[in-house]
């Protein structure tokens, strides 16, 4: 089965210190990953993709195939990363592409 | 660029009663899809259009319908609602191209109490 796995629903940290959010996924094939932010009643956006290999607000993500995990860090975190993140893997169904979600992280950054 | 839109944003039902939440995106998307988010439980898919004329279901499709009406907006109704219902639901569209395309933009989102 194509899912992704996050073991953590909570993680409190305090504000600058290091955050690593886990994610784990099994899919046969060349997998595509995505990070996912939400922050307090808003709605979900982007924050990160696997492909691009970016950083974005100080995160960053990388995937290791061997270990079949993308990760989610953050050396050094902020009170406004406090937010719900949720890791999201591509999957094919019927030809079609969707979206198979973890069942998501809450970090709390403490100041 | 609206991006995708939802209404209502809050709605509070009875048990038994009927709705009906309407999103719209103005991104040309093809694919359409509607989510509830639970605490514990994440996203998970209710039904999901991949383009204009055609549905699907996703992992929790029932005591749900869907309306692609045209390639702009997709309808999701409840035609008796439970209090297993209450829920925040959001919509999302993608374009569903190739190398990275799959990206899903969300609506604000619809938080739904039924008593």
């Known amino acids: 089965a194509q899912r992704v796995t996050q073991p953590e629903k909570l993680l409190s940290v305090f504000k600058g210190a290091p955050v690593e959010l886990k994610c784990n996924y099994s899919?046969?094939?060349?997998?595509?990953l995505f990070w996912y932010v939400q922050y307090s009643r808003q709605r979900l956006q982007l924050l990160l993709r696997?492909?691009s290999r970016e950083s974005i607000k100080g995160f960053t993500a990388d995937l290791n195939k061997g270990e079949t995990s993308f990760h989610l860090k953050k050396p050094f975190a902020q009170e406004e990363d406090s937010a719900m993140y949720y890791c999201a893997l591509v999957r094919v169904v019927y030809g079609n592409n969707r979206l198979a979600f973890g069942k998501g992280n809450q970090v709390v950054v403490i100041p | 660029n609206a991006g995708v839109t939802q209404t209502p944003k809050f709605q509070v039902l009875k048990t038994g009663q009927s709705m009906t939440l309407q999103c719209a995106q103005d991104m040309n998307h093809n694919s359409m899809y509607w989510y509830r988010q639970d605490p514990g439980m994440g996203l998970r898919l209710i039904y999901y259009?991949?383009?204009?004329?055609?549905?699907d279901k996703g992992e929790v499709p029932n005591g749900y319908n869907v309306s692609r009406l045209n390639k702009r907006e997709f309808s999701l109704r409840l035609e008796s609602a439970a209090p297993s219902q209450t829920s925040v639901y959001f919509c999302a569209s993608s374009s569903q191209g190739l190398a990275g395309g799959h990206e899903q933009f969300f609506g604000p989102g619809t938080r739904l109490t039924v008593l």
């Open positions: 899919y046969s094939g060349s997998p595509e």
């Open positions: 259009s991949a383009s204009e004329g055609t549905t």
């Open positions: 696997h492909i």
